[in-house]
């Protein structure tokens, strides 16, 4: 229902009938209608009479009886129509169907009148239509059918979520602490996406325009339940999921006087592994199965980021003595498992990875031996040793094909064409150069400054002339 105006009682009531009962029968329901104070009320029974009385006295509301044939009605409108002052007419019918017919005289300000014309527009049927909010009652119904189409198709989509595996192996005790958080979410995404798309598709199916329908539908603003709820139900779903995030992390946390000790450095673009307790460095990584291990990590360079997915946990590594970040987790699978930088660091990124196996413990503590039994007098095995470390083989392979940098395979001793158009012949003195200036000489198809140009500064000349030695090993 549109607004309705505050109305004061009218000062002077003009009754127009010949007929004295309907005038005195008026006059009373008036009165009893506004009170008897204040209103003035004249009677006129005859045409003549009325017209007077209506341009010399100025009444506010005129009430003529509709079946008095004193009374001309077209003369009496046309006066009623060139006024100004604000006056109401009705035009009282007491016989057939007891009508009345109104008609309201006010002059208004254009913005009034714009008002006006949104209020009164209305066809009868609309003007009857109840605009507040719909009841509640008539539409419990739809309310019961959305919310059913909610609940199904919120567990079909969980059931899609979790069961075409988006998740890889759980193969540390962390991962099942994280999976529960994984599944949760999965539950909350199907949730909104069914609350979404059913309320969406119902309203677009069932509340569609129907032929000689209204076009538009009812406009109402304000809601306080609807509000309390948007505002309560968000609020309470991230505290709830803030709490369990917090327990997980705690869990996945806990401390084990018992871990095994790996310091990992991280690099342009390698990962190294050293066990302080056994003084060996790996380029990959060799876990005993069902023991906790403590990651010390750091980077010699950019940021970059420790991802194992089958574990669950990632960290990131910084540069700088004073950002050593840990990361503790106990594989619980044994296999080879790939560690992954996950986080944007140049140019070969995406190919800093490196294997990561986890063993039986007796089968990790005979690596243990083998490898802190290394002897290292011959230089091609210390310069397998060193650049294993230094990870170069991360971006160079021995078997001949294709990575981000050239393959050492058959790479001594060879005639390599360099950017410029030029060749040289692979020997100790270009490998040197290659080593420590590698912008020198690009070799053809191989874009310059992907190579770090810090080596001269890592390496020693024993660790240069090791590596060259063991390149030279590889035919
Ligand atoms: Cu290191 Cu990305």
Redesign the pocket.
Known sequence: MFKAEKRTPPQKVLIASANPLFGRGLERLITRRWGDGHIQIRLASEMSETLSILTEWGPDLVIVDYDDRNINRAEFLSHFVAGEKPMQVMMVSLQASGAVVVYDRRTLTPAQAEDWLDLQWLSPQTAEMDHSMPKRSSNMKHFVIVGVLVVVLTLVVNAILTGIGILPVEAATQAAVIDRLFNLHFFFIAFLFSLIAVFLMYSVVVWRKKAGGPDEGANFSGSNRLEIAWTVFPLAAVLVVSYLGSVALADIQKEDPDALEVQVT?G??FWSFEYPEFGITSSSLYLPVNRQVLLRMSSVD????FWVPEFRVKQDVLPGENFVRELRFTPSMTGEFTVR??????GA??Y?NSPVIVMEPTAFDQWLQDESGVTVSDPAARGLSVVKQTGCVACHTIDGSNSVGPTWQGLFGKEETLVDGSTVVVDETYLHTAIVNPNAQVPEGYPPNVMPQNYEQLLDEQDIADIIEYIKSIQ
Do not use: K
């Open positions: 991280a342009q673009w950019v940021i970059h980021s930088c996950a986080e944007l660091c140049g990124h995406a800093m």
